[in-house]
């Protein structure tokens, strides 16, 4: 069984996410954004993932350090899915393998 206050975070957690979601959808939902407004949008997820991968960049694990390179090869030519799907899948494989 999940521990209350585990569950607590993990409901507050859902709820910041959708709430910066749709909170983002009902200030812009009028504007036209520009150029630059519209790159920075698109480079967004990218970020959350580095933010993300960002603390194995220090990690003593050769595991983690391979999954990182693996992950940052994957996400110079693939989308975003596929780059989560694979440091998700190197990293487990190679904590296995490697320990």
Do not use: K, Q, W
């Not at 993990?10 to 200030?27: E, F, Q, S, V, W």
């Not at 407004?37 to 993932?49: Q, S």
């Amino acid at each position: 069984m999940i521990p209350p206050i585990n569950l607590a975070t993990i409901l507050l957690m859902a709820a910041a996410t959708y709430a910066t979601r749709i909170g983002g959808y009902i200030l812009l939902r009028n504007r036209r954004l520009g150029p630059r407004a519209e790159a920075v949008m698109n480079a967004a997820p990218g970020c959350v993932l580095l933010a993300v991968i960002a603390p194995y960049f220090v990690s003593p694990r050769p595991a983690d350090l391979l999954a990182l390179g693996i992950t940052v090869v994957a996400a110079a030519r693939l989308p975003m899915l596929a780059v989560v799907a694979i440091a998700v899948g190197s990293a487990g494989l190679l904590r296995h393998l490697l320990g």
